[in-house]
């Protein structure tokens, strides 16, 4: 593809819903980073993946937040019994590199949670 | 603990020239970045410096020095375009990039 992908591009959930976000990297990239941005503020990292191997899910706030990228291309993070703090903008980098050197953002899914 | 800070906003007018500082206290370095993000939009990639000096990128020139935990993104003349926020990033050995609350430049006529 063109560039990286995101959907949905906007998802409002009732407080305790499930939600699930996806990300298409650019093909061939082996570098996805999974970032959230909160309104004013920069992007913060989530976790990170190299292919199918999740190396670093350090910035993940709780053991709510799981992602996955089980074949190395697509990924998805899900957010379970979703709060209001996690409303924010959720965003996905992928690098061709390993460790990612310059990395390109999807569009970002906005999340907002009632 | 990990630092960066940028000012918050800035204002000039079209045609001028402005310098968005950054500095850094992070645990590890691997290089710094500049992204430009219009509201409601992906970052973008400006630039990148890993080593001390001044790179230049047509208007857009940014500046690093390691020793002093400091960069700086030089955009010259202004266009109304520019109005955006513009993030600093510093690259961790792992690959993650730990960004700044971002610099909203305001352009005006």
């Known amino acids: 593809g063109a560039g990286v992908s995101q959907s949905p591009r906007y998802k409002v959930a009732k407080r305790g819903q499930d939600v699930a976000l996806r990300c298409d990297p650019i093909?061939?990239?082996?570098?996805l980073f999974w970032y959230q941005q909160a309104l004013g503020q920069g992007p913060e990292f989530l976790t990170y993946?190299?292919?199918?191997?999740?190396?670093?899910k350090s910035g993940l706030p709780s053991d709510r937040f799981f992602a996955e990228r089980p074949e190395g291309s697509v990924s998805t993070l899900k957010i379970q019994r979703t709060q209001q703090e996690d409303s924010a903008v959720y965003l996905c980098?992928?690098?061709?590199?390993?460790?990612?050197?310059?990395?390109?953002f999807g569009p970002g899914t906005r999340l907002t949670v009632l | 603990g990990q630092n960066i800070d940028q000012p918050t906003e800035m204002t000039a007018t079209e045609g001028a020239i402005v310098q968005i500082n950054c500095t850094y206290q992070?645990?590890?370095?691997?290089?710094l970045f500049w992204y430009q993000q219009h509201a409601g939009e992906a970052p973008t990639f400006l630039s990148y410096?890993?080593?001390?000096g001044l790179e230049e990128k047509g208007r857009f020139s940014s500046f690093l020095s390691r020793s002093k935990g400091y960069s700086y993104l030089l955009l010259k003349e202004l266009q109304m375009k520019d109005s955006a926020s513009y993030l600093c990033a510093v690259r961790a050995p792992q690959g993650k990039l730990q960004f700044g609350a971002g610099t909203q430049v305001v352009v005006t006529p």
């Open positions: 993946f190299q292919n199918e191997a999740q190396l670093d």
């Open positions: 992070t645990s590890g370095f691997n290089g």
């Open positions: 410096n890993v080593l001390d």
């Open positions: 093909s061939g990239h082996v570098s």
């Open positions: 980098a992928s690098s061709f590199q390993p460790g990612g050197s310059e990395q390109f």
